[in-house]
C-alpha cells in the first residue's frame, strides 16, 4: 500500500509538471512571432529545448542516484516555475529563447521519476510503474494544450504565468506528500561517470538505447509533419488536427494507465517492445496512404497503442538490467537517447515531407521495423550477467 500511494503521488507530480508544459505549447509560435521572430526562428524552441533534455537527463538521473530522488526532483520542479516565469515575462525572442533552454534543462527530469519508480516497485511490476509516468505525461500533453488555448485568449502570455504558478504549486505539494522512496547507500553516493560509463557497455543496455532512438527518431518525424498530412491529405483544419492529437493522447493513456500492467504480466516487457515497434511501423506505413478520415483514425490506432506499449517496456528493461545503485543514471541515458531522435526526427521528417508526403512515414516505418528485429535479440534481465 506503502508504494501505491507512493506511485500515486508521483503520478500527480508527473502530470501537474507536464500540464504546465502542454499549456504553452498552441501559443510559443504565436508568441514567438509577436515577439518579433521569423518562421524558422521559431523551431530553435523546441530544438534548443531538446537539446538541453539531451544534455540534462543523466545529469539529473546521477545526481539522483548520489544524493536522492526527492531532493533533486525538487529542485528540478522549482526551476520549472522559474523557466515558466521567464517566459511569461520575456521581453524579446532571445529571452524567450534563454527561458526555454532553462526550462528544457529543469524539466529533463523523467529519469527521476522513472528511477523513483524502480526504487518502489519489485523487477515484475516495473513496466506497470513506467506506463503510469508515461500515462501522467500522455493526460498532461491531452489536457494542458487545452486549457492554455483558452488562457491565451487573455494574453499570449498568460498561459507561462499559470505554467509557473502550476509548477510552484506543484513543489509545495511534492514537499509536503513526496518521501524520500530510499536511502542512498555509502558506495552509491561515491559512484562517478565511470561506473555509469561500465554500465552502459552491457550489451543489452547498448541494445536498448539504440532501440529507443530508432522508435523515438521515427515517432517524432511522424509528429512534425502529422498536422501537414492531415491537413493536405484528409483536409482537416487545425481544429481537428488537435482533436486527432488528443484522440492519440488518450489511446496511449489508456494503454499505459490501465493495459501494460496484465500485459506485461503475460507476455514480458520484451514481447511488447517488440509488438509496439512493430505495431508502430504498421500504422506509419500505413498513414500516408489511408482513405479518407476513418481510415486515418485507423491507421492512428496502431501507432498510438505500439507507443503506449514501446516506451514503458524499453524503460523497464532498462531499469532492471542496470545496477540498482546506477538507475538514475542509466534511465538518465535513456532519455538522452530519446531526446536525440526529438532533435533529429523533427528536421529529417519535415525536410524529407517537403520532397514526397510518404517518405517521414514509410522511412520511420522501416525504423521500427529495424528496432523490433534488434529488440527480438535483447536478452532477458534474468539472463544479464
Do not use: C
Not at 515558466?84 to 529519469?111: E, H, K
Not at 561515491?190 to 550489451?203: G, Q, S
Not at 515517432?219 to 488528443?246: C, D, I, K, N, P
Amino acid at each position: 500500500m506503502k508504494n501505491r500511494s507512493a506511485l500515486g503521488l508521483l503520478f500527480l507530480v508527473v502530470f501537474v509538471d507536464l500540464l504546465g508544459f502542454g499549456m504553452v505549447i498552441p501559443v510559443m509560435p504565436l508568441y514567438a512571432e509577436r515577439l518579433g521572430a521569423s518562421e524558422a526562428a521559431t523551431g530553435w524552441l523546441s530544438t534548443g529545448y531538446s537539446l538541453m533534455q539531451f544534455l540534462f537527463a543523466p545529469v539529473w538521473g546521477g545526481l539522483s542516484d548520489r544524493i536522492g530522488r526527492r531532493p533533486v526532483l525538487l529542485l528540478s520542479i522549482a526551476m520549472t516555475s522559474a523557466g515558466f516565469l521567464g517566459y511569461a515575462l520575456a521581453p524579446s525572442f532571445g529571452w524567450l529563447l534563454a527561458s526555454r533552454l532553462f526550462a528544457g534543462a529543469a524539466t529533463a527530469n523523467i529519469a527521476i521519476a522513472q528511477a523513483y519508480v524502480a526504487d518502489v516497485t519489485p523487477p515484475e511490476g516495473r513496466a506497470r510503474g513506467m506506463g503510469l509516468i508515461g500515462a501522467a505525461f500522455g493526460l498532461g500533453f491531452v489536457l494542458g494544450p487545452a486549457i492554455g488555448g483558452i488562457l491565451s485568449v487573455r494574453s499570449l502570455a498568460t498561459p507561462g504565468f499559470a505554467a509557473s504558478g502550476l509548477a510552484l504549486f506543484n513543489l509545495l505539494a511534492a514537499v509536503v506528500l513526496l518521501p524520500e522512496p530510499a536511502q542512498r547507500s555509502p558506495a552509491a553516493r561515491r559512484r562517478r561517470i565511470a561506473a555509469l560509463w561500465e554500465e552502459m557497455h552491457k550489451p543489452g543496455i547498448r541494445r536498448l538505447l539504440a532501440i529507443y532512438l530508432l522508435v523515438i527518431l521515427g515517432f517524432s518525424a511522424m509528429e512534425s509533419t502529422y498536422s501537414f498530412l492531415a491537413q493536405q491529405r484528409y483536409g482537416l483544419s487545425a481544429r481537428h488536427v488537435a482533436w486527432v492529437f488528443a484522440y492519440i493522447g488518450v489511446i496511449v493513456v489508456l494503454v499505459q494507465g490501465g493495459l501494460i500492467g496484465p500485459l506485461t504480466r503475460r507476455l514480458g516487457e520484451k514481447r511488447l517492445l517488440v509488438a509496439g515497434a512493430l505495431l508502430q511501423a504498421l500504422g506509419l506505413a500505413w498513414l500516408p496512404f489511408a482513405h479518407g478520415v476513418p481510415g486515418l483514425l485507423a491507421a492512428t490506432a496502431p501507432l498510438a497503442v505500439g507507443s503506449g506499449l514501446a516506451s514503458p517496456a524499453i524503460s523497464a528493461l532498462l531499469s532492471r538490467l542496470s545496477r540498482a545503485e546506477d538507475q538514475g543514471g542509466t534511465l538518465g541515458i535513456g532519455q538522452s537517447a530519446a531526446a536525440m531522435g526529438r532533435i533529429v526526427g523533427p528536421l529529417s521528417g519535415t525536410w524529407s515531407f517537403s520532397h514526397w508526403q510518404a517518405a517521414p512515414y514509410l522511412a520511420g516505418s522501416a525504423l521500427m521495423a529495424a528496432a523490433a528485429g534488434l529488440g527480438a535479440t535483447v536478452r532477458g534481465p534474468r539472463a544479464e550477467p
